[in-house]
DNA sequence: TTTTAATAAGACTTAAATATCTTTTTATCT
DNA sequence: AGATAAAAAGATATTTAAGTCTTATTAAAA
């Protein structure tokens, strides 16, 4: 469904948002380690979010990286397709063009059902309320925690 | 949700179900063509395929690619897994190492209840329903068709 | 002001998926 | 029997995704 780069960023961006804001900020290094995810790998991703303006940084010594409040009003769709683009959720799941109502797949249907329930679900959850609902019913974003 | 070479697959087979028979073979230069696939890496799905038991062959002139009765008792999930693995159906979509109700992701449940209903249709439908299903409703498994 | 610890940027490497090409085997038709 | 047309097999190539490494930049602490 999501490549793994998104996968890394959605679980970062969740654990940053349960984790950090303006005065608690948390290093690549840091969150590579609690998120068991490649390093580097995960400190580009965070790069390209910063790039977007969906994911705050300061550089230097106690520098790191944070959600703001700003940051916890987005939602997580938009990161998505940064990440992805809308390619996820829009094209046919046996690989046509077309994917429509007009010329449907044998699973079109059934696809394009839960398709529209779960993207409505990630774009009208903020980031903020996604992690109260973590936090309340203790989801998990790592196997450890 | 599939890979590439699964989706070829699952359209090869059904057009296979649709258009074939035991006196009635194809190609697979024509299927290729008919349904805009690269022509080698379709020649080497079907062999997977028939060797597997999925699909049927015959080699030398007039040979060709077809799905006997029984062939067509078999259902999509059974495919799905010989290319692709049961991993779709099973693994967390965020990468987690564990996807069960004990340490749910926060998208677990949204996601496990969509994928069980598909699982479940693609394994009770058998293909010759499936191919009944795709005639009479007109559905679509090729652009240009 | 020098050292240190962090992000930023970009080059490089590895691995996996996708696609192509070539040769072999087999059955049928002429 | 020889020519032909198909699948089978396997080697090779290309592309994309994933992961690593190195250097530059920046800001705070000592
Ligand atoms: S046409 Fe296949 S999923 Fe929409
Ligand atoms: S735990 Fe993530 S989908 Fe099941």
Known sequence: MFSTTCQYAIRAILYLALNTDDNHKIGADVLSEELEMPKHFLAK?????????????????????????????????????????????ENCILGLKECSGKTPCPYHSDVQTFRRDFKSKLQNETIFESAKRIAENNLTLNINH
């Open 45 to 89: 991703i965070l790069q390209q979010l910063t790039k977007s303006g969906f994911v705050s940084s300061s550089k230097g010594r106690n520098g790191g990286f944070y959600l703001s409040d700003k940051d916890k009003a987005s939602n997580l769709l938009e990161i998505i397709y940064v990440i992805d683009g809308p390619s996820r959720f």
